[in-house]
């Protein structure tokens, strides 16, 4: 029982709900849902007694479906969310009501602000339009800017046991396979799910081959990696390089300056680096430590 959740449902449910809530902890998707069943619950159209949102009104279809035109899902459309999406985002955010009684935002993977971007953020939510909601998801809420936490009525979403968070899933993934994600990325949810986006069997794959180049100094191992149809995004390679980091602090005897390259790595591919020559780097870098 989320019982900071239910608050904000209640105020929500009562009109006297903030203009910013900030979302942490848990996993993406639960965090998603949670701010479209407040969406559902500002928006609902039902006038039938029973329980809000109804789930079967024309608004509380649009949204959950994601088609409702004052509802917004927005994701970065890199690795970090910049400056200029948060600009033009900005525009939509002050434009006129369409059919809904609120407009509502959710910013997902706000802790991968710029500085920049998270100062534009900063504008609006110091002058929200009326009747207007935003909800930053961060799986991450101590890299914001204090500024923009101080602003915001937090709710923290606890992070599920296995258990729990396979019985979140939707029925249509396989549960053995969600069950290997859940492992491979040391029980954390958020990781998980970019696993499974991935494939559980590529993953397992590549960083099994690219220990495999560290572990016996060969450089050469690491062409298949990227030749042919394996050619890797950002996104995949900064999974690729968490998995590493996971599995590193999961050794008997850590090694620090190993760590301390993996995450180098993840930052240069989160500032739009190269996936292949950042991944190469790391690599040299790693020849030089004892292992991985």
């Known amino acids: 029982m989320n019982v900071a959740l239910q608050l904000v449902e209640k105020a929500a449910q009562e009109g006297r709900l903030a203009h910013l809530l ?34 079967h009104c024309t608004s509380c279809r649009k949204i959950i479906s994601g088609n409702h035109p004052d509802v917004e899902v927005m994701k970065p459309a890199k690795l970090s969310l910049g400056i200029e999406q948060v600009l033009a985002w900005q525009e939509r955010v002050y434009r006129k009501h369409y059919e809904g009684r609120y407009k509502v935002f959710i910013l997902e993977e706000v802790d991968k602000l710029t500085i920049p971007a998270a100062n534009a953020l900063l504008k609006v939510i110091e002058e929200p339009p009326e009747r207007t909601l935003i909800i930053l998801s961060a799986q991450n809420a101590e890299v914001l800017l204090p500024t923009i936490q101080s602003r915001a009525q937090a709710v923290y979403f606890p992070v599920r046991g296995e258990r729990e968070w396979l019985e979140s899933l939707d029925e249509s993934i396989d549960a053995q396979e969600a069950k290997e994600a859940f492992q491979m990325g040391s029980q954390n949810p958020e990781l998980a799910y970019g696993i499974l986006a991935v494939g559980v ?33 950002k996104k995949e390679t900064e999974i690729y390089l968490q998995i590493l980091a996971m599995r590193l602090g999961r050794q008997k005897e850590v090694n620090p300056r190993a760590i301390l ?32």
């Open 201 to 233: 069997e590529k993953a397992r794959e590549w960083v099994r081959g690219f220990q495999q180049a560290i572990e016996e100094r060969d450089f050469l191992q690491l062409f298949p990696l990227f030749s042919g149809n394996k050619a890797i995004e």
């Open 22 to 55: 900030l979302f942490h902890g848990g996993s993406a998707p639960e965090r998603r849902q949670a701010g479209l069943a407040i969406a559902q619950r500002l928006n609902c159209t039902s006038n039938q007694e029973g329980e809000v949102p109804c789930q």
């Open 261 to 292: 390259a993996v995450g180098k790595a993840i930052e240069q591919i989160q500032r739009q680096g190269n996936p292949r020559l950042v991944m190469e780097g790391l690599a040299l870098e790693l020849f030089r430590e004892e292992g991985i």
